[in-house]
């Protein structure tokens, strides 16, 4: 019966064309944002280390992610997330509390975070087909961006990381919370 309903397009309940693409573009800017925000927590931590480079690298891609979901939000007029104030403080904690823990586990976070969003991209991607072409080529632009920050990530030591299980699984639980959360309110 699922099938034969999905054969039409949508189930009673699920949201519009119109809805699912501003929620895309909701949660995509709240998570850019709170991407910035971890990497200025871990820049806060770091910063005057030599070996920041690569955050710094990282959170600049991530800053030109961000203005492009802003403008996207303007153009297409969609509100923001009602959570925005939350991701400030929880993404700089994060950022800065993983930070605190040594450069392993500032890498280990972003290892995790950016593995959680390389397959919500890769999702979003999918469900846009070809009516949305300038969205989902911004969404697999910045997927193959978000997938270098992780290899980056480990590169850099992430699996050195104190209790590298339990952080990296705690984080990604964060993070898919977090885009559940940030795609409906």
Known sequence: ??????????????????????RMIRVDQAGEYGAKRIYEGQLAVLGSRADADAIRHMAATEDEHLAQF????????????????????AGFALGAGTALLGRPAAMACTAAIEDVIEQHYADQAARLGEEEQELKGTIEKFRSEEIEHR???????????PAYPLLTGAVKVGSRLAIWLSERF
């Not at 802003?70 to 403080?89: A, N």
């Not at 290899?151 to 990381?161: D, N, Y």
């Open 151 to 161: 290899e980056t990530a480990l590169a850099e030591g992430a699996t050195q990381a």
């Open 70 to 89: 802003d403008k996207m939000m303007v153009d297409r007029r969609v509100r923001p997330t009602i959570l925005h104030p939350l991701w400030h403080i």
């Open 1 to 22: 019966m699922s099938r034969l309903l999905r054969s039409f397009g949508r189930l009673p309940g699920d949201p519009s064309r119109t809805e699912m693409v501003a």
